[in-house]
């Protein structure tokens, strides 16, 4: 697999740019990487939001009630 990279050579990570909400998703499963990982990687590395408020983490092993949703 090709590996890719959020990251601006010099100028740090795309996801320090971002400053709008932000639904993060991902798999419940994948052949070829651990999903659970790379979605939360992304969402952690969006430092500038605020969990709950302006971020949230969705993957097919997060259920509904885990996120407070009815």
């Keep these: 697999m ?6 601006v050579p010099g100028r740090g990570s795309l996801l320090d740019r971002i400053r709008c909400l932000v639904f993060v998703t991902g798999a419940q499963e994948s052949l ?3 999903v659970s990982a790379y979605t939360s990687a992304v969402y952690e590395g ?13 993957s097919g092993m997060t259920s509904d009630l885990e996120l407070g949703w009815d």
């Design 2 to 7: 090709k590996s890719r990279t959020l990251g």
């Design 32 to 34: 070829y990487l651990d």
């Design 46 to 58: 969006l430092r500038n939001l605020k969990e709950g408020n302006e971020k949230q983490l969705r």
